[in-house]
């Protein structure tokens, strides 16, 4: 797996559960997408402003799909995720010499679960994301688990 040396583009996404039908969507708008957990649970996600470009849509798609294994992470490890968890992901687009590379900066948000507890949930989080399990070892994916 290469590291990349000079980023060219960045995609990001702020990605919330939505319970409040009124909360702000962002200067733009946003995507919102109506997610199948297993357990059949309908979520509805806040992801990402429209006419995005690759990695914005990468990141987006991503984002919602790994929030929804942050829960089946969570419920098979008997934590009740606070209302305000989120995930943001930012991808990269970049070069390592003549070679063209994408990277993931992940900050997962879990307030008030412990430490060790909230990192075990995102590890399991990715054992479980098929956007994650498709890149596993094929890009450089950092990961930031923020409880405070």
Not at 72 to 77: D, G, V, Y
Not at 110 to 123: C, K, L, N, S, T
Request: glycine fraction near 8%; charged fraction near 15%.
């Amino acid at each position: 797996m290469t590291t990349i040396d000079k980023v060219l583009f960045s995609g990001n996404s702020h990605t919330t559960v939505n319970r409040d039908p009124s909360v702000q969507r962002g200067e733009f708008g946003v995507v919102d997408l109506k997610l199948s957990a297993s357990g059949g649970e309908s979520l509805d996600v806040i992801a990402t402003e429209p006419h995005p470009r690759a990695e914005q849509l990468f990141a987006g798609a991503w984002s919602a799909c790994y929030i929804s294994a942050l829960g089946i992470a969570a419920s098979l490890k008997k934590v009740t995720l606070p209302p305000d968890y989120s995930v943001d992901i930012q991808v990269d687009v970049g070069q390592t010499g003549p070679g063209w590379f994408l990277g993931a900066h992940f900050t997962v948000r879990i307030p008030g679960v412990a430490q060790d507890v909230a990192e075990a949930i995102a590890r399991s989080a990715h054992q479980i994301c098929p956007y994650s399990k498709a890149v596993h070892g094929n890009i450089d994916v950092v990961q930031t688990v923020v409880t405070a």
